[in-house]
C-alpha cells in the first residue's frame, strides 16, 4: 500500500473511530433532526455537560460535526450530513446477523 492509500484508510479509520460510542451515534442521530445546543443533548443524553462536550468534541475533531458559538450557547450541527447514510448500512448487518441467528434455532 503507498503512503497516499494509507493516509486515506487512517483517516477513514479517525472517522469510524469518533463513531464507536453509542452516545456519539445518538448525538449524530439527533443532530440528523436539526441542530443542537450543548443544554439540549445534555439534557437527552442524562450527563453532565463536560462529558457532552468531551463526546461533541471527538465529533468534532473528526470533521463529522460543526459548532457554532452565540453568546454563552454553542449549537451543534452536522458537518456532512451523509453520514447517518451509514446507520442504514449498520442496521442491514444487524438485520443479516439476526437472519442468520434465527436461521440456526429453527
Known amino acids: 500500500m503507498d503512503t497516499k492509500t494509507q493516509a486515506r484508510y487512517e483517516a477513514r479509520a479517525r472517522i469510524v473511530k469518533a463513531l464507536a460510542h453509542p452516545t456519539r451515534l445518538f448525538i ?44 454563552l ?11 447517518v447514510n451509514l446507520f442504514g448500512c449498520v442496521e442491514g448487518v444487524l438485520l443479516a446477523n439476526l437472519e442468520e441467528h434465527m436461521a ?3
Open 28 to 71: 449524530v442521530d439527533e443532530l440528523a433532526k436539526g441542530e443542537r445546543c450543548v443544554c439540549e443533548l445534555t439534557g437527552m443524553i442524562g450527563a453532565d455537560t463536560s462529558t457532552v462536550s468531551k463526546h461533541l468534541t471527538v465529533l468534532k475533531s473528526a470533521g463529522i460535526v460543526q459548532d457554532d458559538k452565540r453568546g
Open 73 to 83: 450557547m454553542v449549537y451543534y450541527t452536522l458537518r456532512v450530513p451523509c453520514i
Open 104 to 106: 440456526l434455532v429453527k
